[in-house]
């Protein structure tokens, strides 16, 4: 077996593993089978003619014969068992195709010699070898050019030994050559239907093919897409929330087909619930700012992964629920979807274990920074909001206070309130932690504060394992950044989005690689450098795409199309169970239906010739055949209207019924009908119009009993050839290969009882020409024998056995191709409605991934680019803004009548979402949502820059302000709307500031994306420091006025504020942008 794993990942590449895939396909679905049909058809005929040698009267004047055909007989009993044995039919499958068709062909001669020792005739099993012919190309299971090739020597061999035993080559006749040219029609017609038949077999084989590898590929994508999304909503959400989510996103694609159209509801969909006895913990990394402002971007990204990383695998192994990071803030909860009695032992021991983890980084690093953690235990309400960049995050009274105590703590050390401390049950040692003085609002609501004490700093410190701590002219040269990276690195957390990108993510229940085989790699269109984490469960994903490519094959191959259950099919018959389904393959377009007409065409040639060549010439003849020749070359001429017109302009209503030959059923099946019931017709209609009249013969005188003779045989010779006729007339029907089976099988029985009736009454039969002359032909010598030969009884026999013959094969082939059809079909059906919902899903993975990071950084880790790398960005000029509604922490009060302060959340959820919807405005499509902090909405105009063009336009700088001073008009404008609605009053206060900032994705277990700077800072600090109603901007003083300059020329009118004390940053001189004035000047949105 060639290597596996190539089937599924590359689409419309084809190498020696698809050749080797279509192979095993071809073997199982139709190779196979037809081969068996074959067997059991020819071994049918054999049976045949064992009992019509039996019932000639001696079976000794046929031991050939019957020899031979017992022989092949159990040759083909043998064969049949053999096809069942899957690893000789594949190897073998040539080899048993050769021997099938020597096994027919000796038969065949056998036959022939066995005549020839009492007679020789010209027209001597031309209908078997016909049918071996036919065969060739329709059932064994040979390349295009193998059975050229086989169809080729088997009529040269029967036209040699047949003009060698006439003669032909030694004394030739007239009458003996132009009955081998007849033959030689005969064949040549049978060659060419068997390679039309098999090249559109051939391409209907590669079609369905072709289908059901697209159809495999789709179902395992969106199997592989279903637990991507799972696992990427999983990363941003809790399970019991991001399920009702998932369907909502599913029915509003269904809905409106876009997957950027909301819902115009009242209300927008609410995602929160409450829950009671938890604890929360906010933990921030206290001298971060001064240590983020030495590092590159790459080293600020991968600080902040590796620590929070480390603070992910605490939380995990202490029971905590990581919500959401802010900056080089973390905060977690425990009790979290699921009630725990020791929430708040959780907690207290994971801030003690991140206070212990940052001392082991300060102590290995030497870089000075330390841990303040506070815990505050309570009640909360916990979801998303909002329609963009969804993050769970929590709200209460009891979450805003454990903040507080995070504010209020000593770095270092674990900061809880009394009501915590109750929760822990004397678990742990505190002292007072005086958190009164170091925060009025803990002074203002009277809450008592303790610090726990660490039970490990009561105990020897155990030998360092951490790296070495580089020393003397090594220490000074290296930046602490450099020495946190180095450090953080050996920690060895996994990178952002790595379980989306690795196979053992998206495997469930796969079996693993054996011991001792070796994996096989998976070959992509972008290779890969293979991850450390890249588990041999996660390799042998390969063996299971092809385990279910070969079971879909083996799948199409037992799905039989008689008696056999099927899911798609009726027991017996190949009619679908839906009837709607029936309905549409019965009225689908069949492509290329106008070149069946054309080889029935062909079909109606032949005839003609071998008449022309040895029928009796009469007028019913001509007419005969004129009249079906030009019901063909109108047939011909409507179905080609198309193509004749460009060399003479047809009329435009002959080109649309050439159209419609594919498209309308009920037309192409009328002259369908009509072609075939002419060909059938004109095979035989000249047979009981041949004027015939028994002689009445001379007694005792041998000169006219010759003459009578010879008047006979001239009459009954062309009985065989009508004969050929007629089943040239059954092939004509079987190369309509989509026409439904139905019509098939009433043409070919009306046809086949027809003949039979008209060949058993023909006035032939009255007079037994045996010692009469018609088989007393010309013996080898040249010479008349009186002896009797072959026997018209023996030609009636063999007659009704060909045409019996050949209606039993078509049918079965008919029946079979009708399968294949309807299969074809079946699976383009399933690989349209999968590939639909590999597109709804795709839509909704793009949808979740662009909520949880913008567009161009979700391109960074999915699509075929697989990347591994962290993702880090810096820009040189990104507006940051901070949008506010300071009021909603007055209006939100957790009452029964507000459900514990759900309602409130109700409508800051609406508000939330109204922001959101005006990011899909083409206007604003550059501000990209970073996330919400509350009632504080964060967002930047300026990162969706290519790589490599950090470096913008002064315009486009300047531009980024503009979009970010509109949004925040437009903010205040659907602030304004909300109030109108809900009788409120809220005000928006919006912050401003531009300047460089980095871009990163971290956490493993939560990505997420967010950006870090001073600029973010200073933005954040305008907001805190602004006024309800106003757009605080921040600039740099030595640029003041250029500043100014550049907002009056974006139509903004500035208010100069003055100096203020913004922590942290010292004084800073701030400006006010005119809303007023902006709307005034159409920039606002009413």
Same mark, same amino acid.
């Given at each position: 077996m060639p290597a596996k794993g190539r089937y599924f990942l590359n689409e419309g590449e084809e190498g020696p593993d698809q050749d080797a895939l279509y192979e095993k396909y071809q073997l199982t679905s139709q190779h196979g089978p037809l081969l068996l049909t074959l067997l059991l058809v020819a071994a049918t005929a054999c049976v045949a003619l064992i009992i019509i040698a039996f019932s000639q009267g001696d079976p000794s004047r046929h031991q050939a014969i019957l020899g031979m055909a017992f022989l092949v007989l159990a040759v083909f009993a043998a064969l049949s068992v053999l096809m069942y044995v899957e690893c000789l039919l594949r190897r073998w499958l040539r080899a048993l195709a050769l021997l099938t068709w020597a096994c027919l062909v000796a038969l065949g001669y056998v036959l022939v010699f066995d005549a020839w020792t009492k007679a020789a005739c010209a027209w001597e099993q031309v209908p078997f070898f016909l049918f071996i012919v036919f065969v060739v190309y329709t059932l064994l299971p040979f390349s295009m050019r193998g059975a050229v090739a086989v169809g080729a020597v088997s009529t040269a061999s029967h036209l040699l030994v047949l003009g060698s035993l006439m003669g032909g080559f030694t004394t030739p006749s007239v009458r003996v050559g132009l009955q081998l040219l007849a033959n030689a029609v005969i064949f040549l017609c049978g060659n060419l239907t068997g390679a039309f038949h098999k090249h559109q077999m051939q391409d209907a084989s590669r079609d369905l093919f072709t289908y059901t590898v697209k159809c495999i590929q789709i179902r395992r994508k969106l199997r592989i897409e279903k637990r991507q999304q799972e696992n990427l909503l999983l990363s941003v959400l809790p399970a019991?929330?991001?399920? *009702?989510? $998932?369907? !909502?996103?599913? =029915?509003? +694609? $269904? =809905?409106? *087909?876009?997957?950027?159209?909301?819902?115009?509801? #009242?209300?927008? /969909? +609410?995602?929160?619930?409450?829950?009671? #006895?938890? /604890?929360?913990?906010? !933990?921030?990394?206290?001298?971060?700012?001064?240590? !983020? /402002?030495?590092? /590159?971007? $790459?080293? +600020?990204?991968?600080? +902040?992964?590796?620590?929070?990383? $480390?603070?992910?695998?605490? !939380?995990k192994a202490n029971e905590c629920m990581r919500i959401k990071i802010l900056g080089d803030c973390y905060y977690c909860v425990s009790g979290l979807p699921v009630s725990l009695p020791t929430h708040a032992r959780n907690c207290v021991k994971m801030g003690l274990d991140m206070c212990q983890a940052i001392k082991q980084v300060r102590e290995a690093t030497g870089v000075d920074i330390n841990m303040r953690v506070g815990i505050h235990s309570g009640n909360v309400l916990c979801g998303v909001i909002g329609l963009r960049k969804w993050q769970y995050d929590v709200w209460s009274h009891d979450v805003s206070l454990a903040n507080r105590m995070e504010a209020a703590g000593v770095p270092g050390r674990v900061h809880i309130t009394e009501a915590t401390l109750k929760h822990l049950d004397k678990a742990y040692e505190v002292e007072d932690g005086h958190g009164q003085q170091r925060d009025p609002y803990l002074k203002e609501m009277n809450i008592r504060t303790y610090l726990v004490i660490d039970p490990r700093s009561q105990q020897p410190p155990p030998p360092s394992q951490h790296l070495p701590r580089p020393k003397g002219d090594a220490a000074l040269k290296m930046r602490a950044s450099v020495r946190m990276t180095r450090y953080l690195e050996s920690w060895g957390a996994a990178r952002p989005f790595a379980h989306l990108n690795h196979r053992e993510s998206v495997s469930s229940g796969e079996t693993h690689v054996p011991n001792g085989r070796r994996p096989k790699s998976v070959p992509q269109r972008h290779r890969r450098t293979p991850d450390r984490s890249m588990s041999p469960k996660g390799r042998s994903e390969d063996d299971s795409y092809d385990d279910e490519m070969l079971s879909a094959i083996e799948g199409l191959s037992s799905t039989r199309p008689c008696c056999s259950k099927s899911d798609d099919f009726y027991t017996f018959g190949s009619i679908f169970l839906e009837k709607g389904f029936e309905r549409e393959y019965r009225l689908a377009p069949i492509p290329r239906a106008r070149h069946d007409f054309a080889c029935a065409s062909l079909i109606f040639v032949c005839i003609l010739l071998v008449h022309v060549l040895l029928m009796p010439r009469t007028a019913a003849l001509g007419v005969s055949f004129g009249l079906v020749a030009c019901v063909l070359g109108l047939v011909l001429g409507l179905c080609f209207a198309t193509k004749f017109s460009r060399c003479c302009p047809a009329r435009g209503t002959l080109c649309t019924i050439s159209e419609r030959v594919e498209t309308q059923p009920l037309l192409r099946l009328t002259l369908a009908v009509l072609t075939i019931g002419s060909l059938l017709t004109v095979a035989i209609i000249n047979l009981p119009l041949m004027p015939f009249q028994v002689p009445e013969l001379p007694v005792g005188n041998e000169t006219g009993l010759l003459a009578a003779s010879s008047k006979t045989r001239a009459l009954c010779e062309p009985l065989p050839y009508y004969t050929c006729s007629c089943v040239l007339g059954f092939i004509a029907c079987s190369v309509f290969l989509r026409m439904s089976l139905e019509p098939k099988v009433v043409l070919l029985t009306v046809a086949l009882v027809a003949y039979l009736v008209l060949f058993n009454l023909s006035p032939c039969w009255q007079w037994d020409c045996c010692g009469q002359g018609l088989g007393n032909l010309t013996k080898p010598n040249g010479t008349t024998s009186g002896t009797p030969s072959c026997s018209w009884k023996d030609l009636k026999t063999m007659t009704n056995f060909y045409l019996v013959l050949f209606y039993i094969t078509l049918l079965t082939l008919s029946r079979q191709i009708d399968y294949y059809c309807r299969l074809d079909c079946l699976w383009k059906k399933k690989f349209k409605k999968e590939h639909e919902e590999f597109e709804t899903m795709e839509n909704v993975n793009r949808l979740l991934l662009e909520n949880v990071l913008p567009a161009h950084v979700a391109a960074h880790f999915i699509g075929d680019k697989l990347n591994e790398d962290w993702y880090h960005q810096s820009y040189d000029c990104v507006c940051v803004m901070f949008a506010s509604v300071p009021d909603f922490k007055v209006f939100y009060t957790e009452c029964d009548v507000n459900k514990e302060g759900l309602e409130c959340l109700r409508l800051l959820n609406e508000i939330i979402a109204d922001f959101d919807e005006l990011l899909l405005k083409p206007k604003f499509s550059g501000v990209e949502k970073i996330k919400t902090i509350g009632s504080t909405y964060m967002a930047a105009a300026g990162l969706s820059v290519a790589s490599g063009h950090e470096n913008q336009e002064l315009e486009r700088q300047h531009a980024h302000i503009g979009v970010m001073v509109e949004f925040s008009i437009a903010l205040m404008s659907k602030l304004d709307g909300i109030n109108r609605h809900s009788f409120n009053s809220f005000r928006l206060r919006v912050g401003i500031n531009h300047g460089p900032v980095i871009a990163g994705v971290i956490g493993a277990r939560k990505p997420q994306y967010d950006i870090w700077g001073n600029t973010v800072n200073v933005a954040s600090r305008m907001e805190s420091t602004g006024e309800l109603g106003k757009i605080q901007v921040s600039l740099p003083f030595q640029v003041t006025e250029e500043t100014c300059t550049i907002l009056q020329g974006l139509g903004y009118s500035c208010e100069c504020r003055g100096l203020i004390n913004v922590k942290g940053k010292g004084e800073l001189r701030t400006y006010f942008v005119c809303t007023d004035t902006a709307k005034f000047q159409g920039l606002g949105l009413n």
């Open positions: 019991h929330i991001s399920m *009702g989510m $998932k369907l !909502a996103i599913i =029915e509003r +694609l $269904k =809905e409106h *087909g876009d997957r950027r159209c909301m819902p115009d509801n #009242n209300f927008h /969909s +609410l995602y929160v619930k409450r829950h009671q #006895n938890v /604890s929360i913990l906010y !933990a921030d990394i206290v001298g971060f700012t001064q240590l !983020a /402002s030495d590092c /590159s971007p $790459k080293e +600020l990204v991968v600080v +902040l992964n590796e620590l929070f990383g $480390k603070f992910d695998q605490i !939380a």
